[in-house]
């Protein structure tokens, strides 16, 4: 079929049907030629592309300055930061090269792809946050619990790179230079060898199978075969021209760093450590467990052996040159993650209170007394979060409907912040009464917007309704709108075009507010009097 001849047909199409393709995934497939861009263009990219090549092109720093960068933010791991800031180096390097020279991209190229192991919590994803905020080359992130062996049934592998190009904005020449960054890579072992169950995870060891064809060289189609909307342009494609062009990326160039917190290999290997310790490698054994301060850090002594037994492919090691194992975290190391990181949860709490106008200070001895519980969450850094958020929970609740616009945080206040909360109230109740009638005042000024009658609440009408909201513990702004719902529709009987701006002025008082319908109703009647 010619591209006239599909032209024709499309535009024999009802226009209901064409303006329905038009709004819909497939709308490319009708648009005039005019209106498409080349894909010769979106190959190449556009101004954000000529601007990252050449920002790569000008990159210049060496890995202690990345490993500085990386000292603002993450606490400890000093040898994973070292790993990954020489990986950077290099790939930065090697993409400048390939960019000044197109034809170093066929020149074979040993990419030196991670695998970072280490508990929960200690900074392996914060880490990769940090050096994707400082880097230029294309970057993407996912877990890898969430592919599937075929795609269809979760994602597909090849997605990573189809993920990049999306991230280089369609360059598919920025795209092969790019990092892809895989999370929970320990989650897709062989059920066998990691639970010590008699099945076999066929989909895990499917996935790592795929994975490390990426992780070599291998093309990928930019389109997925599970992508009807990509599968539909092909056929249309190949009825335009007779032929189907098959657009492809190669992952040759593309760093793959992988990480998982592998919870039983610390363990497996600390058994082989030790039964080492008799016979000839006793001395050797002995020197590599003689500063191990706890279990996880018998990860710094995994060799491809362990991590086989723990259920990955030897292929999918293989693939995996570099290792470097994350240290847990002390209740120091907390302490210091508080007060020291530029991305540390209590600046975030700060600013989740700055947002009321609110601002806390907190005492060294709170900061060492959050330190210590996280610790025993026996979750890393995330276990910092846990306790803030038992501690601060009732503030955040509480403090931004009253007057209290700052606090302190002591140890006090880490044990029984309950307590704390109540007495901080109790202080402040006199100013609440202030904050009450500005709460008051607030709804008048809405209701006279929405509705145009200006209402006038007198003390006594001030005092019922701060009476009531501290009774039901409810907000004013709730209170009055509750109480008022329908008052605009009986004021709507009082008031007449000749009236002027006065006669839409109503003064509320303690009565009106204890039963406002009443209140109307009187009003009413006593109208009906005057012009009778």
Avoid at 31 to 36: G, I, L, N, Q, W
Avoid at 133 to 140: D, E, H
Avoid at 155 to 177: F, I, M, N, S
Wanted: net charge negative; hydrophobic share 40%.
């Amino acid at each position: 079929m010619s591209e006239k001849t599909t032209q024709d047909s499309s535009d024999q199409l009802p226009k209901e049907i064409r303006d329905l393709l038009k709004s819909s995934p497939f709308k490319t497939f009708f648009v005039p030629k005019s209106e498409k861009s080349s894909e010769e263009e979106s190959d190449k990219g556009g101004e954000g592309h000529e601007e990252t090549l050449k920002r790569i092109q000008g990159f210049n720093l060496k890995p202690r300055e990345i490993r500085d960068y990386l000292d603002r933010f993450v606490i400890q791991q000093a040898e994973a930061k070292k790993v990954l800031s020489v990986a950077i180096c290099d790939h930065y390097n090697h993409v400048r090269q390939c960019i000044e020279n197109p034809s170093l991209r066929e020149v074979d190229y040993a990419k030196q792809n991670i695998l970072l192991l280490g508990p929960t919590g200690v900074g392996k994803t914060y880490l990769m946050r940090c050096i994707a905020r400082l880097i230029g080359v294309p970057f993407v992130k996912a877990d890898a619990t969430k592919f599937s062996e075929t795609g269809y049934v979760g994602g597909d592998v090849e997605d990573l790179v189809r993920d990049l190009v999306k991230a280089a904005d369609g360059d598919v020449e920025l795209a092969q230079y790019g990092i892809v960054y895989i999370d929970e890579i320990d989650k897709i072992a062989s059920a066998s060898a990691a639970t010590g169950g008699g099945g076999r995870d066929v989909s895990g060891r499917g996935v790592q199978i795929n994975l490390l064809k990426l992780m070599e060289e291998t093309d990928v189609n930019l389109h997925s075969q599970t992508d009807l909307a990509a599968q539909m342009q092909a056929m249309m494609e190949m009825q335009r021209t007779g032929r189907s062009k098959k657009r492809t990326i190669n992952t040759r160039h593309i760093l793959f760093i992988v990480s998982g917190a592998f919870d039983r290999l610390s363990e497996q290997i600390k058994r082989r450590v030790q039964s080492g310790s008799i016979g000839f490698a006793a001395g050797a054994a002995a020197a590599k467990a003689a500063d191990v301060r706890n279990d996880s850090d018998f990860l710094r002594l995994a060799q491809s052996r362990d991590i086989i037994d723990y259920g990955m492919e030897p292929e999918f090691v293989g693939r995996l040159p570099v290792r470097v194992a994350c240290q847990a975290l002390t209740a120091g190391d907390l302490e210091k993650i508080l007060v020291t990181s530029e991305g540390s949860i209590l600046s975030q709490y700060r600013a989740d209170f700055a947002g009321y106008g609110i601002d806390f200070e907190i005492t060294q001895p709170a900061v060492r007394e959050i330190a210590a519980q996280a610790f025993c969450e026996n979750t890393g850094a995330r276990g910092l979060m846990t306790v803030l958020e038992r501690v601060f929970r009732n503030f955040k609740f509480e403090l931004p409907s009253t007057a209290v616009k700052t606090f302190r945080v002591d140890e006090e206040t880490i044990a029984e912040p309950e307590k704390v909360l109540r007495a901080l109230l109790k202080d402040n109740a006199q100013k609440q009464q202030e904050v009450l009638r500005a709460d008051v005042e607030a709804f008048a000024q809405r209701f006279n917007q929405e509705f145009g009658f200006e209402l006038a609440f007198d003390d006594g009408a001030l005092d019922a309704l701060i009476e009531r909201s501290l009774a039901a513990d409810k907000t004013i702004r709730a209170l009055c709108e509750e109480k008022f719902r329908n008052f605009h529709h009986g004021l709507k009987l009082l008031v007449n075009d000749e009236g002027g701006e006065d006669a839409r002025k109503f003064v509320i008082t303690r009565e009106v507010v204890e039963n406002p319908d009443k209140a109307i109703s009187r009003w009413v009647v006593e109208r009906f009097k005057k012009t009778g």
